[in-house]
């Protein structure tokens, strides 16, 4: 008989409970004014860094919103644990958004403990300035991957702290039950890299937390599947799934969708890049999507919006 290695799967631990405040998924407002910008800049391929938008310059300034989202994780022990995911794009945007939500008091406090950054592309991350100012040594992970633009940019935006670069497929602990994962990837505007939480609910199994999901959904609820102990339970997903961000369809999407029905997740809390369009396809299929109160400049009550909240656990 040949040799075989037993599947050996990571045990991350558990939490109890796990509550998600979507900050602002409202990347932006404008589809159109996006993407003429992007167009004028030489298209996809361009550097983001090429494009004069907020903070870097003065480019529709109006139209920069952004991407994050305050996670507060309860362990085993009953220690509450928060952390700020992403930290959008346009100051006065996230500075508003911030100051309605409590974050900047959070942050002034110290009670957040880190600021996770899934990726490096300009909604979920150039509004850096909002989070330091309030808390310039909070610790930070970035994706492998990440511009030397990205990193002089953080540094003078006045951050003191430690910066961890998470390296692709090498699981980091952030504490008992919640994990970050870094997946290489390549995507639209030359962004590389992109972190992924992944938590572990007691009784009820795995939450992904994603911001934009440039990896593909699929891959990312494989990853969990076969990596962490429980991982054939996924409870919940969290975020943008880059599905149909400028509302575009096609017999790919809608496959996808199919593809998607077969891991029966009891609770999607899909946002941002998803696209209305997904979301509906989600809906119709009978998924059990999280529904938000279109509020606070989220355009969709399809979904969690900004000052929505999902409770786990």
């Given at each position: ?12 631990g ?17 589809n ?12 996809m ?8 938008w ?5 480019l ?24 700020l ?37 300009f909604?979920?991350f ?14 930070i992970?970035?994706?492998?991957g ?11 935006r ?27 990837m ?8 992109e ?14 937390l ?48 199919q593809?998607?029905?077969?891991y ?37 009550d ?12």
């Amino acid at each position: 008989m040949a040799n075989e290695t037993a599947k050996q799967e990571l045990d991350i631990g558990a939490i109890r409970r796990l509550k998600i405040l979507c900050i602002s998924e409202t990347g932006w407002f404008d589809n159109d004014t996006l993407l003429g910008d992007i167009k004028a800049a030489g298209g996809m391929s361009a550097s983001q860094y090429d494009i004069n938008w907020p903070p870097l310059g003065n480019l529709h300034p109006t139209n920069s919103a952004g991407s994050s989202a305050l996670i507060e994780a309860e362990d085993l022990n009953g220690t509450v644990h928060k952390i700020l995911f992403d930290t959008g794009w346009g100051p006065e945007w996230m500075d508003r958004r911030f100051a309605e939500e409590g974050i900047d008091k959070l942050l002034h406090h110290g009670d957040i403990e880190c600021l996770v950054i899934s990726h490096e592309h300009f909604d979920h991350f150039w509004g850096i300035g909002s989070t330091l100012k309030h808390c310039p040594d909070i610790p930070i992970y970035i994706p492998h991957g990440f511009h030397q633009q990205g990193l002089d940019f953080i540094k003078q935006r006045g951050h003191t702290g430690s910066l961890i670069t998470v390296q692709p497929d090498q699981p980091v602990l952030l504490f008992p039950g919640f994990a970050l994962v870094n997946f290489k990837m390549a995507t639209l505007l030359q962004v590389q890299g992109e972190n992924v939480l992944y938590a572990n609910i007691h009784d009820k199994g795995i939450a992904m937390l994603t911001g934009c999901g440039h990896t593909g959904v699929i891959n990312l609820l494989e990853y969990a599947r076969r990596t962490f102990k429980g991982g054939n339970a996924i409870h919940a997903v969290y975020g943008g799934l880059h599905i149909s961000p400028f509302e575009e369809w096609s017999e790919d999407r809608e496959k996808l969708i199919q593809a998607l029905g077969d891991y029966h997740i009891e609770h999607w809390g899909c946002n941002h890049c998803t696209g209305i369009k997904a979301v509906q396809k989600m809906l119709e299929a009978g998924f059990p999507v999280a529904r938000g109160s279109a509020r606070q400049g989220s355009k969709s009550d399809l979904f969690l919006g900004n000052g929505d909240v999902l409770e786990l656990g």
